[in-house]
């Protein structure tokens, strides 16, 4: 009897776990939050360049070549947050904000928050905006560089917030600040999703206007 009530108290568990994905709580409802994306269709996002999207187990799956999912609405002032995991040790992808919808590099269209791993063949920082392997998580691709850098663990699911009010910007990463800095480039924008080659899982994905 006791084995078989460890055994529903688990499975409860792994329900409100499932359940508890893409989902607002009653505190987010109440200071604002809504989701940014509903965790079972692709409504009010759209896909830009040649990359699949697929949703798997409540989280949105990059494949293929290169392209990026983007939201319908445009956003300027805002918190976004959001839940990402990979395991492509050699990992490129990141999340847009501001962007504009016309083809082209990416830090040229609006900001792009690195999701990406240091590789031993890339460039050393120099300073130079045109520089992109210098940039890694938490960093806006030639725009903005963090010096608290986070190594992204393989399998793990990480957390991002994201903070844009004006110029100023803070991204914190698995709880830690690792941005806090100031940029004037872009106003607004729509809110992204980055595929360069390697699979990207995210979840979770919730914003809150300013």
Not at 7 to 23: E, G, K, R, Y
Not at 140 to 157: A, D, Q, T, Y
């Amino acid at each position: 009897m006791k084995r078989f009530l460890i055994m529903l108290v688990a499975i409860a568990a792994v329900a409100a776990s499932t359940d508890a994905v893409n989902t607002l709580t009653k505190k987010e409802a109440s200071q604002g939050w809504k989701l940014l994306w509903d965790g079972k269709t692709m409504d009010g996002l759209k896909v830009y360049g040649n990359a699949t999207w697929t949703i798997q187990d409540g989280a949105l799956v990059s494949g293929g070549p290169g392209g990026w999912l983007g939201t319908a609405d445009d956003y300027s002032n805002f918190i976004v947050k959001a839940e990402f995991r990979t395991s492509a040790p050699n990992i490129n992808s990141g999340i847009y904000i501001r962007r504009s919808r016309d083809a082209g590099d990416s830090h040229m269209m609006g900001y792009e928050m690195q999701i990406r791993n240091p590789d031993p063949k890339d460039k050393p920082y120099d300073g130079k905006s045109d520089n992109h392997n210098g940039y890694y998580t938490g960093s806006f691709s030639g725009h903005l560089k963090s010096h608290n850098e986070p190594v992204i663990e393989m399998g793990k699911w990480n957390t991002v917030e994201l903070t844009a009010q004006g110029d100023h910007f803070v991204v914190v990463i698995n709880g830690n600040k690792v941005l806090d800095d100031h940029h004037a480039a872009f106003k607004t924008g729509a809110i992204g999703l980055q595929h360069t080659g390697q699979q990207v899982e995210f979840r979770n994905l919730k914003i809150k206007t300013l």
